[in-house]
């Protein structure tokens, strides 16, 4: 990211990192949303954050252990307490935080074969077989699947879009690779660009429902941005772009968040992208005052991200 | 609340005679109690509109039910999705302020709103659109996104989803007392979406995704009982001031309905609401169970102490997959 940017805000972004810290749980680097209980989400995103704010990554390595001791025996982790069982969301953030920060690749590998090998109910033809000829209320190509939030259910854009992103970092990191990765790709991408909403941009994940347009929502929009990066040229890329630019008065710093790290992964694709940014990151500026104030753990460790220098951990061609 | 009864719940028995091909045969593995109780009681609240006297409206009819609450920390359970200009998804904000100005001045220790929206990860986002942040933060009432909030496992007490536990949020398990605050709407997967489909909203996201896609593959009827069973709301605010009818609950048609229904069971309240709806209430799945052992549907069992219901209602239109709703 720019250093100008980072000059600007960086005293908010130190009281947003202070904050960081000063919710880590005892004893551990690992955070919770809003309370004392080990959550993924925000223990992947505290790290990220952490870790580019440092000049020196060695003392990281040593945080990942916290999150490490979360990991599931299969290689994938729980969104929160251990017994929560499987959820890929929290999988894909944990992988793509460990390669970040530079965990080992045996490591990491083990948990981005879980990652390729989960798969959501639609890669059963039974289950494509019923959303093709009784449950089609909901308008969308079985036929490509991505990845599901948890087992047994069907594919989703979040969790799809951020096994994308992972994924892609683990190929290009040599720790994975083979026809099924291709094939897991392409077809997460496919489901992607199949579930758009009309006039660009995503919600959950249902476009059309009776008939009815949706209207897309502005995190998972940033997010499948993101995992979409290489097919920039694609129309339905270049819509939802446009449509997320147009969100820059969004009035959460979540969103917000989400949107500048989308946004800056397409910094050089248009004249118009790199003031939207400039007006996003003021715009969040204000929304992020006062850190303590802020109930989500996640939204602060977003905002010092989306108001930070460092890499993009979200942008799948870095 | 009796639990001398038990017995095991069969859907056909349930059903017999009704006709209602439509109408999901639901089971529950093992034995359910009966949790009625010998009467329920309901108020039909006239108010024609969101800028009236809600306060004292909601006052006076929470007077009714002589509820004991003092001490007691009140959880507020809005219906949250997403902002959509025009249309009336969400629970109004002012009836939600309204109603908790009404708990604190009838002896309430405290009053938190709380909800997990079930497509919308960015609660935050929803609060600010529909109104909900300027509403809270003036009368200074504090919020919990149930999507985010630390997690319990609880086992359930009925099984008709075939889950044997649900992760849920602990604020909302350690609530005093729970007040569903629903909108009055069509529904295009559950036929109406009341004080009981309400409650799909305290199942965290966290746990089970946006939207909360295992609810759905295990049926939404069979879940919103067990979600019911093993969370009961201890009373319910309906917002009927503004419903929706046709292709609810996101891109319906703002329906006035003039009411606000208060209940102390979920059950009589959604029986009463879909009657004012013109729904025939053992046509939707979930409550035709529900009567059968959460609480009361049939009129004889339900006091109404505010207005009766109306001789005749204009039906809420409803999609064309769902016409047998509004037959008798």
Redesign the interface.
């Known amino acids: 990211m720019k250093p100008l940017f980072s000059e600007k805000y960086r005293s908010l972004r130190g009281r947003l990192l202070e904050e960081l810290l000063h919710r880590r749980l005892p004893g551990a680097a690992v955070w919770s949303h809003c309370g004392t209980q080990f959550c993924a989400e925000p223990t992947s995103l505290a790290l990220l954050a952490l870790f580019f704010s440092q000049s020196s990554s060695s003392a990281m390595k040593d945080d990942l252990k916290p999150l490490l001791a979360h990991r599931l025996s299969d290689g994938t982790w729980p969104s929160a307490t251990d017994g929560a069982g499987v959820n890929v969301w929290a999988t894909a953030l944990a992988v793509n935080t460990l390669m970040i920060l530079g965990a080992d690749s045996v490591t990491s590998k083990v948990s981005v074969k879980a990652l390729v090998q989960c798969r959501p109910l639609e890669a059963s033809w039974l289950v494509r077989l019923k959303f093709r000829f009784s449950d089609r209320q909901v308008r969308f190509d079985p036929a490509k699947y991505g990845w599901p939030w948890v087992p047994d259910t069907v594919s989703w854009v979040v969790p799809t879009s951020m096994a994308l992103i992972t994924l892609e970092r683990a190929k290009r990191r040599g720790l994975v690779g083979g026809a099924e990765l291709e094939n897991r790709l392409r077809l997460g991408a496919e489901m992607l660009l199949d579930r758009v909403c009309m006039g660009g941009g995503w919600n959950a994940g249902n476009a059309i429902v009776y008939g009815v347009p949706l209207r897309p929502h502005i995190d998972a929009t940033a997010i499948a941005l993101g995992a979409l990066r290489l097919h920039y040229q694609h129309p339905v890329v270049r819509n939802s772009l446009t449509w997320l630019l147009g969100c820059i008065q969004c009035r959460s710093a979540y969103s917000l968040a989400w949107l500048i790290l989308a946004i800056d992964a397409y910094r050089d694709v248009g004249a118009d992208v790199v003031p939207a940014l400039a007006a996003a990151r003021d715009r969040l500026a204000d929304l992020v005052l006062d850190p303590r104030s802020m109930a989500d753990t996640s939204t602060i460790a977003l905002a010092a991200l989306a108001l930070g220098a460092g890499e993009n951990p979200f942008e799948e061609s870095a | 609340m009796s639990n001398s009864m038990s017995r095991r719940i069969f859907g056909g028995a349930l059903l017999a005679g009704t006709g209602a091909l439509a109408v999901e045969r639901m089971r529950s593995v093992g034995w359910v109690a009966d949790r009625r109780k010998p009467r329920s009681r309901v108020a039909i609240l006239h108010e024609g509109s969101y800028a009236g006297p809600l306060d004292r409206v909601l006052v006076d009819g929470l007077r009714l039910f002589d509820l004991e609450l003092h001490g007691k920390s009140v959880l507020l359970k809005p219906n949250l999705v997403?902002s959509?200009p025009g249309a009336e998804v969400n629970t109004n904000p002012r009836l939600v302020g309204a109603a908790a100005t009404a708990f604190l001045a009838l002896g309430a220790a405290s009053v938190l709103v709380a909800e997990g929206p079930g497509?919308?990860?960015?609660t935050?986002?929803v609060l600010?659109?529909t109104g909900f942040s300027a509403e809270l933060k003036e009368r200074r009432i504090g919020f919990v996104?149930l999507n985010?909030?630390?997690?319990v496992?609880r086992p359930l007490v009925t099984q008709f989803t075939g889950l044997d536990h649900l992760?849920l949020p602990?604020t909302v398990l350690a609530a005093g007392f729970v007040v569903s605050m629903p909108k009055v709407k069509t529904h295009?997967w559950a036929g109406v979406t009341l004080s009981m489909k309400n409650l799909f909203g305290v199942v965290p996201g966290?746990?089970?995704?946006?939207?909360k896609?295992?609810l759905?593959?295990r049926g939404i009827d069979r879940s919103i009982l067990d979600i019911n069973a093993a969370v009961p709301a201890h009373f319910v605010i309906a917002d009927g001031i503004v419903g929706m009818e046709g292709?609810g609950p996101?891109?319906g048609t703002p329906r006035n309905l003039g009411r606000i229904v208060l209940a102390d069971d979920p059950v009589a309240a959604d029986f009463t609401c879909a009657r004012l709806m013109g729904i025939n209430p053992l046509r939707v799945s979930h409550l035709a169970q529900a009567g059968e052992f959460l609480g009361n549907g049939a009129p004889e069992r339900i006091i109404q102490l505010g207005e009766q219901l109306p001789r005749t209602v204009e039906p809420f239109a409803v999609?064309p997959e769902f016409a047998y709703l509004t037959q008798a």
């Open positions: 997403e959509i497509h919308q990860r960015d935050q986002l600010e659109e996104d985010r909030d630390e997690i496992k992760w602990r295009h966290i746990a089970y995704g946006w939207p896609n295992v759905h593959w292709n996101l891109n999609l």
